[in-house]
């Protein structure tokens, strides 16, 4: 007589409040262990950027001009070229300061024609992070930003590489 698998654990009590209990504790662990895996989502989140611009002390001494009347956003369009006309770049800067685009109402002198001309860098000083959405995540310790990007998506693979070795050591090891 030839029994099938669904024969045989029907004959045994089937899947019961033990089984259950027990499938439902073993589960939870795996919940959270599956949850480090979307984790550098959140540790390596990219915040808005933009290149550090001199602070206005600096500025009033090196210009010799008078800057307390202007706005932080004023300044950051002497310093900061846009990308669209309405977005600072991430990770370009002038070489020098463009006062003439700082509009009389705080806005941008668009019909500038030597806007274009003005010469860029990368930033030098480092970059300046809005802090609305991620307090502190690994770009911004560690400025990997612009042309280090690559090594942000690079500690992702790092960790995926460890937890694949991880997986080969350590499952054999608990087979013995």
């Known amino acids: 007589m030839r029994m099938a698998f669904a024969d045989i654990l029907e004959d045994l009590g089937s899947f019961g409040r033990f089984q259950f209990i027990h499938v439902t504790l073993l589960s939870i662990p795996g919940l959270f262990l599956a949850s480090q895996n979307i984790l550098n989502n959140f540790t390596g989140g990219v915040p808005g950027h933009h290149c550090t611009v001199p602070n206005r002390t600096s500025l009033a001494l090196s210009h010799d001009i008078s800057v307390s009347p202007l706005s932080d956003k004023e300044i950051l369009q002497a310093f900061i070229p846009t990308e669209d006309g309405s977005t600072l770049s991430r990770c370009r800067r002038y070489t020098e300061a463009q006062w003439r685009l700082v509009g ?14 003005a010469d860029t860098e990368t930033c ?47 499952g054999g090891l608990s087979d013995r």
């Open 124 to 170: 030098r000083d480092g970059w300046t992070y809005e802090k609305t959405e991620f307090l502190s995540t690994i770009v911004t310790e560690w400025d990997l930003v612009c042309t280090l990007l690559p090594l942000k998506r690079m500690s992702q693979t790092i960790y995926m590489g460890g937890v694949l070795t991880g997986a080969i050591v350590f």
């Open 104 to 117: 009389t109402n705080g806005s941008i002198a668009t019909s500038d024609r030597n806007v274009t001309e």
